[in-house]
């Protein structure tokens, strides 16, 4: 009887599946009686081809005839529609900015806006870039507010240029903010291509996906770029409420029978899928079908029967075997009173089996050992590499170096970091990337990726970490240790915990502004961090890239100055060194520029840069206000020049009991970004001279001349050289770094 009933069980099984098959049919994409596809383009709904098709106006396609095939085009607009996918996102054409000259100096160009009310640009899949050896691109929109960003590109000749390299030689690229919804490129040129015109007339700016451009050299002479057009992948959404405002209003929700609803970010929108085991179109009735298991991924063994069932399937084993036939290899076995029964075939079967079996786990383990020690062998040619035995034989001979100096290993930190999981990245830079690590003994610290230009600079470097062990002062951070088992070095440092002074003094959200007297504290701290730098190390150190965004804040608002990627030795012999410009556009010093002697004095004028910005609280660069005004520096000593200086100074700070403090700190602002650094006062003198400012009374006394003598200002002279046509003669490589940061930030 036992036998019967399995019979009639499997035949009744069989005959649901075959009726559930039968009964099956291709999901549909559109509404019934709407057009499903414009030329090789699936539109599904909720897009649509007008009247009840689409779900709103801006879900329209016009799907234009006068191409073979048909093309589809987003509304009514000259956007071409590429592909659009039921997991949120849609596939356009955008069309590239284009800026060009001539040699009798006329211009044309062509700046295209994209804007959408429903879609966003996808800022993962999506990157900005321009093409040009005399290029600075901007890409500008609305996501919510307004937004802009941009990058540099600039080089002398296309023998400069690399294949495939977009790091600011010929080509730049950036990433797009979340959540854009339009975006403006505008270019412009420092010389109007004056010296690379037989070669590259005209600078080129789009946004494209990531895998869909490669740069090539040949890109700079712009064949063909001006009816270019560049795939870019847009977000889509339902509406702007959540899943469960939306599930309200019963008559209008967007997901259909066997479906989910799920929250786009923020909660504005939300968009639909299928429940597992299904597929096709969410928002349409009916249009989440059951899928085929049985057909599409044979989930059972060999011996069992796959019927297919509503939203899943089941395995059944043969008459007269038993077990769960979704096993592989004895899912299905017989009875124990019948294993005596069974032909010797299956005993040999079964051992030929694990005997493979075996040998496949051996032959995992044996691959396991064997790439063990490849990465111990690995590690041990970077650690040699990256000058591992060097510093530990400079640890053991000299003295006087911090007892918690420490060579860490890659396994210490790759758990301190989590495997440098993403939510660790405390933030990018040019020098790397820096993480949030939590050591074995619970110590917070901040763990980063450097860079060595080449093999030669190794000798360099380890003397670099050698003289930053032996600082120790209150306002530089502390370098903790180091790893040199990874392809890049990993240097640790003591974790600051309140941001940098640029997030306190420039962004615009709930940070309260900072008074006079903690900006004129940090600005003294500062100055004497970077004196003890110069005159009180064993070895001097110029710093090279001081700024606001280098300069962190702990929880006491205690500066410390970080950064030291781009930091130059000075041997005793030498007051100045050459060396190709590195720094940040808008604190580099301009002489520095010119000449590439490399002195204290750079630093100072950086951080005159620094305390003009303490000062106006406005940022080093703006490219959004005028000419005259965008270079902070120049407009600053311009301003005193013509006796204007109370307009420039933050209303914040400025009152009448801080005025001629404030005069006195302008003045001294204004000698250290004099035109040649040897008029500029060394860090040692700024850092005494803050501090006696520091003990100023806050009354007013006898009046200080606030205009000193008649000084220039280099930058107004580096634009007379952009107009001579010397505009990237300063711009190279060196060992430390191979760019100029180049900031554009939203006006102020």
């Avoid at 507010?145 to 941009?150: C, D, F, K």
């Avoid at 990337?433 to 230009?453: C, E, F, H, P, Q």
Wanted: some cysteine; overall charge negative.
């Amino acid at each position: 009887m036992g036998l019967i009933r399995s019979v009639v069980l499997l035949q009744v099984m069989i005959f649901l599946n075959v009726t559930l098959t039968e009964n099956a049919s291709t999901p549909a994409m559109a509404k019934p009686g709407c057009r499903s596809r414009c030329g090789d383009v699936i539109i599904p709904y909720p897009f649509g081809t007008g009247g009840d098709c689409n779900i709103t106006e801006e879900f329209f396609i016009t799907c234009s005839a006068d191409f073979i095939p048909n093309k589809p085009f987003l509304t009514n607009s000259n956007i071409q529609v590429l592909d659009i996918s039921l997991d949120g996102q849609l596939r356009i054409l955008g069309n590239a900015s284009y800026d060009c000259y001539n040699t009798s100096g006329h211009r044309e160009w062509f700046y295209p806006w994209l804007r959408f009310s429903e879609f966003s640009i996808n800022s993962n899949k999506n990157k900005f870039t321009a093409i040009g050896c005399d290029t600075y691109a901007r890409v500008e929109g609305f996501h919510g507010q307004r937004y802009t960003t941009g990058c540099l590109s600039l080089c002398n000749n296309i023998a400069d240029v690399s294949n495939g390299s977009c790091s600011g030689i010929g080509c730049c690229q950036t990433s797009i903010p979340k959540g854009v919804r339009s975006y403006n490129i505008t270019l412009d040129s420092y010389d109007n291509h004056v010296d690379v015109l037989p070669e590259n007339p005209c600078s080129y700016a789009f946004v494209a996906e990531n895998d869909n451009y490669t740069f090539s050299s040949s890109d700079i002479r712009g064949f063909g770029f001006r009816d270019r057009k560049f795939p870019v992948t847009l977000d889509w959404k339902i509406g702007t409420s959540s899943c469960n405002e939306a599930k309200m209003d019963t008559m209008n929700f967007g997901c259909k029978e066997n479906s989910d609803c799920f929250d786009s970010e923020n909660n504005s929108g939300y968009f639909c899928k299928c429940f597992q085991g299904y597929e096709g179109n969410p928002y349409l009735s009916d249009g989440c079908q059951d899928m085929n298991e049985c057909e599409t991924i044979s989930p059972c063994n060999g011996t069992a029967t796959c019927i297919n069932l509503p939203g899943t399937y089941n395995c059944s084993c043969p008459v007269g075997y038993e077990g769960d036939g979704r096993k592989i290899g004895t899912g299905c076995s017989l009875p124990d009173k019948d294993q005596s029964k069974r032909s010797p075939l299956i005993d040999v079967a079964l051992g030929t089996s694990i005997g493979l079996l075996g040998l496949l786990l051996g032959m995992v383990l044996l691959y396991w050992m064997l790439r063990r020690k490849q990465i111990s062998k690995l590690r041990q040619e970077y650690f040699q590499q990256n000058g591992g035995i060097l510093l530990r034989e400079q640890l053991s001979r000299r003295q006087g170096y911090r007892e918690d100096v420490k060579v860490f290993t890659a396994e210490e930190l790759e758990k301190a970091t989590n495997n440098y999981h993403e939510s660790r990245i405390l933030g990018h830079g040019v020098q790397g990337t820096v993480y949030k690590g939590i050591l074995a003994d619970n110590r917070v610290v901040a763990i980063k990726k450097s860079i060595i230009g080449d093999p030669s600079q190794v000798e360099q470097f380890i003397n670099e970490i050698m003289v930053l062990y032996q600082i120790n002062h209150r306002n530089v951070v502390k370098l903790l240790g180091c790893c040199l088992e990874t392809q890049v070095p990993l240097l640790v440092y003591e974790y600051i915990t309140n941001g940098t002074l640029f997030h306190h003094l420039h962004n615009d959200d709930d940070t309260p502004h900072l008074p006079w007297e903690a900006r004129l504290r940090i600005a003294t701290e500062t100055a004497e961090a970077l004196s003890y730098l110069h005159s009180a190390a064993s070895v001097p150190i110029i710093h090279r890239d001081i700024k606001l965004a280098n300069i962190l804040l702990d929880d006491n608002y205690i500066a410390k100055v970080s950064d030291f990627g781009a930091s130059r030795l000075i041997p005793s012999d030498e007051a100045q060194i050459t060396t190709i410009v590195q720094g940040t556009f808008g604190y580099l010093d301009p002489e520095y520029m010119l000449t590439s002697l490399l002195t204290e004095k750079s630093d100072v004028y950086s951080f005159g840069v620094v305390l003009i910005e303490l000062l106006t609280g406005q940022k080093a660069v703006c490219f959004k206000r005028s000419e005259e005004k965008r270079v902070l520096a120049m407009h600053f000593v311009s301003s005193m020049k013509e006796d204007r200086l109370l307009d420039i100074l933050d209303h914040l700070v400025l009152n009448d009991e801080n005025v001629e403090q404030l005069k006195e700190v302008a003045s001294l602002a204004r000698r250290c970004v004099r035109v040649k650094g040897e008029e500029r006062p060394t860090m040692k003198e700024v850092a005494h001279e803050l501090a006696g400012l520091q003990a100023m009374p806050k009354h007013p006394w006898s009046k200080s001349k606030l205009m000193g003598e008649e000084t220039e200002y280099l930058l107004g002279d580096l634009n007379r050289t952009y107009e001579d046509g010397a505009t990237s003669s300063w711009i190279g490589y060196d060992s430390i770094n191979n760019k100029i940061t180049f900031e554009l930030d939203s006006a102020r």
